[in-house]
């Protein structure tokens, strides 16, 4: 039974809440719902009610097929927020493009997250995390392992990418913190962006006078050629900074949670081997997809899809973490399971626009688990489970601080 | 060999993830796009074909048959 259009007070809200005590399952009326009606209708905070998509096939389907836009401009988009929308009118970059505008940019960027790139990048990745770590163990715990390491390690190794001189690490660290920040007004977030933006728009025009073997330096090339606005590039950089920080932070936070209470897959990243902890980290990434309210479409025609006729200008939510719940793909889909194969999990999106920094964000969990646990071999949550916060109201999910203590 | 594939660099996003499921097969030129660096030689190879183009977002490697 698919609900009705409009005006249906059993339309539910989305996205629904989770069940207390179960901070790594989605909510069980969202799971419910992939049981009873795969396709269904939402309500959303801007009162528009989007088809909601659960199943794994169906997700993989919607995201594949051109007929279902990205551009968030478009009326009908079902956007997460009033400041998404806001932040992609005013600094618009290739996630809200389609087809050959989509490419185009994209493509000015894939050479630099290639997998070969990615395992050069190692090293430095785990000199970065071995840095923050001694950091972390000349403090008397407890500490807090998201402000100490969580946060800041995806945050440096994105600045180096892009190529942020040293001696601009400070001013860029505290705005992208603003930026990122729990408590930042809407204005703040506005203001701390801005300032970004702008130090990008003078960064990029340095490098076009003299060019650097970095991102920055690589898009500024690209302005040199008429290829690119000025503007364009620092946006592009800002949404590198901004997709590459959170989702990558909360990941490794959320992570180290679900090892520091489950003992044996701790021992799995303490003394596994390479592709026991790549297999490991496939699998957090399936059970927690911490980008949790879903990837967000609009339709550009009619579409008859699995029984439901989608209207020209209805909106989508592909809800990635119900997909990756999906028992049709994974077996015992709520089971932390470290010796599944979850490479098909869909914690990255699917489509051409799945996630550009993917093996970036794999490389720094690859590298982050295994020498987090090696390094304190005592690690344990400073405080009770119950006292934990998590992150249910923001566009990524995951904890907002994790006292550890050793 | 029976199976039937074809590559399209044309719609490859660069995501890698032929490179992951395949690394003997595939790999990324330095644009990021996708490369073939051999024929099917192998039942083995045909396994690594079809694992790619399952794994490929974009649809750049598909399996006709």
Request: proline residues 6%; contains cysteine.
């Amino acid at each position: 039974m698919q609900a009705d259009t409009a005006a249906s007070d059993e339309v539910p809200f989305y996205p629904m809440p989770r069940a207390a005590g179960c901070p790594f399952d989605p909510a069980p009326e969202a799971q419910a719902l992939l049981h009873t009606t795969p396709i269904s209708r939402v309500r959303i905070w801007d009162g528009s009610s989007p088809w909601l998509i659960t199943r794994h096939d169906h997700a993989r389907a919607i995201l594949t097929d051109n007929r279902f836009s990205a551009v968030t401009t478009r009326p009908g988009y079902p956007a997460a927020s009033q400041g998404q929308l806001t932040r992609r009118r005013t600094a618009p970059t290739f996630i809200a493009m389609d087809g050959d505008d989509h490419k185009r940019q994209r493509r000015m960027l894939i050479g630099e997250f290639t997998v070969r790139r990615m395992q050069q990048l190692r090293p430095a990745v785990a000199d970065v995390t071995a840095a923050l770590l001694d950091q972390m163990a000349q403090q008397s715990p407890p500490i807090d392992l998201v402000e100490n390491f969580a946060l800041p390690l995806p945050s440096i190794v994105i600045s180096r990418l892009l190529g942020v001189p040293y001696s601009d690490h400070d001013f860029f660290q505290s705005r992208s913190r603003t930026l990122m920040g729990v408590h930042t007004t809407e204005k703040q977030a506005e203001q701390a962006s801005n300032d970004l933006l702008d130090f990008l728009i003078d960064l990029v025009a340095a490098r076009q006078a003299g060019p650097s073997d970095d991102l920055i330096g690589r898009l500024a090339q690209h302005v040199a050629g008429g290829e690119l606005e000025r503007k364009e590039a620092a946006s592009m950089a800002l949404l590198l900074l901004f997709a590459g920080h959170e989702t990558t932070a909360n990941m490794i936070a959320l992570g180290a949670l679900v090892l520091l209470e489950r003992p044996e897959l701790a021992a799995v990243m303490r003394h596994g081997d390479d592709s026991a902890v790549t297999a490991g980290v496939e699998e957090l990434l399936r059970l927690l997809t911490v980008a949790h309210l879903g990837r967000r479409r609009v339709a550009l025609e009619d579409v008859d899809f699995a029984g439901v006729r989608i209207h020209a200008g209805e909106g989508i939510i592909v809800a990635s973490e119900l997909a990756n719940r999906d028992p049709e793909k994974f077996a015992n889909p709520d089971e932390c399971d470290f010796d599944r194969a979850a490479n098909q999990h869909m914690a990255f999106g699917f489509g051409a626009h799945q996630c550009l920094g993917q093996s970036l964000a794999r490389l720094e969990l690859q590298v982050c688990y295994p020498a987090l646990f090696q390094r304190f071999h005592g690690l344990r949550a400073a405080v009770p489970s119950d006292q934990l916060q998590f992150r249910e109201e923001m566009v990524v999910y995951g904890l907002y601080e994790l006292p550890v203590t050793w | 060999m029976g199976i039937e594939f074809h590559i399209d660099r044309d719609v490859c996003v660069g995501a890698g993830q032929c490179v992951i499921a395949a690394p003997r097969l595939f790999d990324q030129d330095m644009d990021g796009i996708v490369v073939l660096l051999h024929d099917v030689r192998s039942q083995a190879d045909e396994i690594s074909i079809r694992d790619a183009a399952q794994m490929c977002p974009s649809g750049a490697i598909a399996v006709r048959r």
